[in-house]
């Protein structure tokens, strides 16, 4: 096992970055210690063998190679063999930079080795600590904060002067500057010179002359004093071009470790930098190297240091050199596992294990809050451990950029964010993470020293609210525990004086100490097991906020656009400040080389024709006015921020419209389109994805004016809504037109009072979108933008066609005294006929046959009109059917005709279907009608125009359809009841015109009794036509009358009679309906609820001049029939001698007729009562008929 393990451990240490392994379990001193490390990058070459150095060898004597780079360890040489310079104060945000996807998430701790140490040894050790800690996410970043160096700096420069003073007051009143001893320096330059000598092979060393020995008391070459010190960057600086160069290695931030490594103890998963030697050599490919004085035992301290140097790196071996007064003794050599167990360093591994998990629970307790510099401080020969909050005390006392760390801190929360900004679209529950990193990066900036960082975070946080996307269910985006591993509550910040915190309260303590956040007043606590548990260590996560409505969050995208844009523009000199240009002169972009493509420069001459061709657009006029430079950090963000406000103000415009708030709607497109502008002055070549956008902005701005214009009617309202404008959109106006005041697309948003003027924008506005579609060809990759347009295109060409047809209607109407057809009514039948065909040829396009059919329906009903002014045109004098009235309505058939044909079948689309039948049937019936009733006689034979007119009927017949059920069923019925009437009457009247032709005679008779039947049994379906029906009743009697005249026999007179008599009982329900809404009306008068209006309604459904004059055709016909049949039934009962039934039907009919003929000379009766006095008779005559149906048969 042991064999496997070293080699495991030289495998991991081998190459750069290599792929992680699984670590080893190392048994050490009965306890079990889980431990894994996995090198994440290495600068070291391959482990070099060590020379076992000769007794006696003279340490003291510098070797031939010492502080040379070596070829066989490579430029890492002289860090490897421990000449390095001490840690610098940053080296954890430089492994930080380097490993960015494991900060504020998987790691724990990141640290220098050196660091982690001193902390595991506190409760051994009597020395003091000093360190800074910042938390980002989950993870902790500890750095030694060296007083001593702190202090130094502050009395040179006056920055930490506040921190100086709190030192002085609070923990070391007399403080003084501690030098280093000359042992230190002596036993720092004898390791040195025994790595070098330790060194294998062709370089190997050799001692050199004694002549040119040095003074090895004194401080070794390149390790004085000042220059062994950190170096501190100053307080406002940092690091220079952040956003070009992610690794900004200068000022203190580089990752300067020979390994990077990714340790895990127990459950601590820790990324490490260590420089320790590593060697080749012994019975393990790895051991480490190590001096010591044989007359100095080795402490806990040591042992300590030994194990976790070891445990760290992975080595399994210790080798062990022992000197007198730098004079080589022996070698030894020790298992790692063996090294709590050595004589004088006894320690527990298991209490180091407490210690570390004791320490991390401590500092993830208390140290909360992201962004802010916490300080862990141990006074020497303390037993307490402080934990001050630097921030805090810093804002409370001077500037919060006296902080050195602000920096670093500020631009590793950004890099974090960045780095999980690339990931987002994987996990969203990392959004609310993303978004409090960036909002305590910028907490920590200042927009006059770091302009760019915080435009690019505003720009970020934009980015994390979903514009394009539905709102779905927030629990199920953003689950409130979610990410709780990786970050933590704001608003539990404050707790860490809650008793759950225990031994960290601080009320017992000294009132000094009351600065501090937290205390460990003794160290022993920290070896008690799981003393500290971290309650916050696992805390709720920073859940993303819930907005509302879609109107909220668009609202929180621009309040960071907006933030964003403040920044840049604060960042750009003012114009006054810019040397003036030389007009002559002209100016170098940098715009990338694109002369190898064709397209992209003919798309741009496209685009600059098409926006000369939407408004006054001229790139010279409205070029950019900041005197912001192309290709800038500012050029390039200021673009994003503009796009991204323009897709905000998009996505709220959609919003509105939902809303049908048309006002705010325009409003909000207005802002899109303006932002758009902006964005086309300022960048030469356009992104397809741009243009995209653009022609859904203009969709959209097509949409609202359509909708403005058909809701005129609020018009006030939608006014008020347009000129309303909140502080942040003018913010963002006044940031655009720091840039360019040009505005191609202001004809598409201008709230225009003139319905004709709003859609003609409309349609433009389509145009326009569908026109870039075009000439970007976009309309492939984009084949539903493309259909939806041109539906568009195609919708609002139809109303713009209707609206010039109702306009030419409504003059058609209003001309009276001037019978001839105006000018301007035929020049808007060309408008209206224009836009219907260019409608059509839009959705045939696209194959809509539902659409294509509706226009072609609508360019039917304009036919119809032309037809109808026509018709106007000619007079009521000697009015004949005219030949432009019959072309116009055959026109309209023949596009009815196609629309029908468009849809093929029914199935297609019912509803349309149905209207486009009943549409055709009435242009086949109105047609017909208008011969009938203004028969051309002077153009055609009386023949041809009832063949014409009979045609008309069947065709109109045929495409009305009664026996569907739908809403227009009654209507069909009417129609067709109206047609079979109409042929009825018209048969009839041949009938009694025609002499001759017999054969003729008896197919019209025939005719007229079959329409007349099929007309009655359409109005007996119908409860809302009793007129219709007692003038179809009463013209079938004066049919029957008509026959009569030409019988000779009394039987067939008779017969005759009676069928004319059974027709008029039939009409009983007719009157029955007519009385029962008379009845409704007296009723309504009795009770004082009629008005005027309600008469007028009444009257409306019942047209009493209409029944009175057929009520009395009718008395005077059942008047005659009655007397006729009274006659005849005489004269037979004298002849022959009648049957019983004939004398009950006469003696029936004699009293029915004394009661009509009382009835109607009564004047002074009422219409109610002559229409009770009527059914009254009728039922009488009901029963005489049922008599003498038997004995006329």
Known sequence: MEE?????????LRGEAEEPKQGSVLFLGGNEVKSSAVVKYSSAPPQAAFARLQEKTDLKLPPANWLRESARLGPAGTTILGNNKKSKPFSSFGMAYDFIDSVGNDVDVVSDSENIKKLLKIPYSKSHVSMAVHRIGRTLLLDELDIQELFMRSSQTGDWTWLKEFYQRLIDQKWQRKKKSKEHWYQKAILSKFLYYSINGDGAAQPVPSTSKQHQEGPVSGESDEAGRASWPAPFEMPSSLSEDPGASNQGLKNDFVRNILWTFEDIHMLVGSNMPIFGGGRYPAVSLRLRDNNKPINVLTGIDYWLDNLICNVPELVMCFHVNGIVQKYEMIKTEDIPNLENSNFSTKVIKDIAQNILSFLKSNCTKEGHTYWLFKASGSDIVKL?????????????????????????????????????????????????????????????????????ANYMLSELFQLDEPKKDDNADFPINGNSDESYSEEEEEMADSDENGSFSNSSDPPDDNKAVAIIKSVGELSVPEKYKSVHRIRPSCAFPVCHGTEERCRLVLNYVLEGLKSVDSSIKKEGDLPAADPSTPIPLKYEDESTSGGPECLEQQMALFLDKMGSFQKGKHSRQSGMIPGSWQYKMKLQLILKSSKAYYVLSDAAMVLQKYGRALRYIKLALQCHDTYCCLCASMLPEVLLFLCQCLTLCGDIQLMLAQNANNRAAYLEEYN?????????????????????????????????????????????????????????????????????????????????MNQAAAVQTERVGNKNISVTEQQLWKKSFSCFEEGIQNFESIDDATNAALLLCNTGRLMRICAQAHCAAEGDFKREFSPEEALYYNKAIDYYLKALRSLGK????????????????????TMATLQQDYAPLSRKAQEQIEKEVSEAMMKSLKYCDVDTVSARQPLCQYRAATIHHRLGSMYHSCLRNQVGDEHLRKQHRILAELHYSKAVRLFQLLKDAPCEFLRVQLERVAFAE????????SAGKLKTLCGALDVMVKTKGAFQLIRKELVAEREQISKGKSSPENMSASDAGLNKEEV????????????????????????????????????????TNKQVYSLLLRATANKSMTLLERI???????EQLTQNTETSNGTIQ
């Not at 496997?4 to 991991?12: E, P």
């Not at 630097?390 to 631009?411: G, H, R, S, W």
């Not at 029914?906 to 242009?923: I, K, Q």
């Not at 008509?1042 to 026999?1049: E, G």
Request: hydrophobic share 40%; glycine share 4%; charged share 20%.
């Open 906 to 925: 029914r199935d297609v689309h019912p509803a349309v279907w149905d209207s486009v039948n009943w549409e055709l049937s009435t242009t086949y019936f």
């Open 388 to 456: 001050y909050d630097l921030t805090t005390l810093c804002e409370e006392t001077e500037d919060k950029y006296q902080n050195p760390f602000t920096m670093p801190v500020a631009i590793l929360l950004y890099k974090v964010a960045c780095n999980m900004m690339l990931k987002k679209n994987q996990n969203k529950k990392h959004y609310g993470t993303i978004r409090t990193l960036l909002l305590n990066c910028l907490k920590l900036l200042d927009n006059g020293r770091h302009p760019q960082i915080i435009a690019s």
């Open 1108 to 1147: 009175l004059k057929l009520l009395s055709i009718f008395e005077s016909r059942m008047s005659f029939l009655l007397l006729q049949s009274i006659k005849l039934l005489t004269s037979t009962k004298k002849k022959i001698g009648g049957y019983n039934e004939e004398e009950v039907v006469l003696k």
């Open 4 to 12: 496997l393990r070293g080699m495991g451990a030289a495998a991991s």
């Open 724 to 804: 309303y404008q909140t502080k942040e959109d003018q913010e963002i106006l006044h940031s655009l037109h720091r840039e360019s005041r040009c505005q191609v697309f202001a004809w598409a948003t201008d709230l225009s009072t003139d319905l004709e003027c709003q859609l003609s924008t409309s349609c433009k506005c389509y145009e326009a979108a569908y026109e870039i579609l075009l000439f970007s060809n976009l309309k492939n990759q984009n084949p539903e933008q493309h259909i939806q347009v041109l539906k568009r295109m195609g919708n609002i060409r139809n109303e713009i066609g209707v609206f010039y």
């Open 1172 to 1178: 009770e006095v009527i059914l009254n008779l009728l």
């Open 1042 to 1049: 008509f026959q009569m005249a030409s019988q000779n026999s």
